[in-house]
C-alpha cells in the first residue's frame, strides 16, 4: 500500500511539473542568453506569452503548444501577435505551416 502510494504521488509531481513548467525557466534552459536579454516569457511552456524587447518594435506575441499534436507530430504550435505588426501562425519544429505577417511596410522593412 505504502509503495502504491510513493508512485502515485510520484506520477502526481511529474505530472504538475510537465502541465505547469514556467516558461521563463524553458527559455533558460533552451535560449543563448542574448535571445534571453531580447524578451520576457510568461506563462507555462504549453500557453503563454513572449514580450518582445521595445525596440523589436513587436507586440506580446501569444502562443500556444499543443502535447496531442507533438506526440503525434503535426503541427503543434500556434502564435499571434496584435500590434502595429499583426502576426499568425502555426507549424511544428520542421515548418511554419502558415505564416501571416501585416503591417506597415516601414515596420517590415525599417531601411
Not at 509503495?3 to 535560449?31: D, E, G, N, R, T
Not at 524578451?39 to 501569444?62: C, D, H, M
Amino acid at each position: 500500500m505504502r509503495a502504491l502510494i510513493v508512485i502515485l504521488a510520484a506520477m502526481v509531481s511529474a505530472y504538475a511539473v510537465l502541465a505547469f513548467f514556467p516558461a521563463q525557466w524553458a527559455a533558460a534552459l533552451a535560449l543563448p542568453q542574448d535571445a534571453r536579454r531580447q524578451a520576457q516569457f510568461t506563462g507555462t511552456v504549453w500557453r503563454g506569452e513572449v514580450k518582445p524587447n521595445v525596440k523589436l518594435g513587436l507586440a506580446p506575441i501569444v502562443y500556444t503548444l499543443s502535447p496531442k499534436a507533438l506526440i503525434s507530430g503535426g503541427d503543434y504550435f500556434e502564435f499571434r501577435s496584435n500590434g502595429a505588426l499583426i502576426l499568425r501562425g502555426s507549424g511544428s519544429h520542421k515548418r511554419v505551416n502558415s505564416l501571416h505577417i501585416s503591417g506597415p511596410s516601414y515596420r517590415l522593412w525599417p531601411y
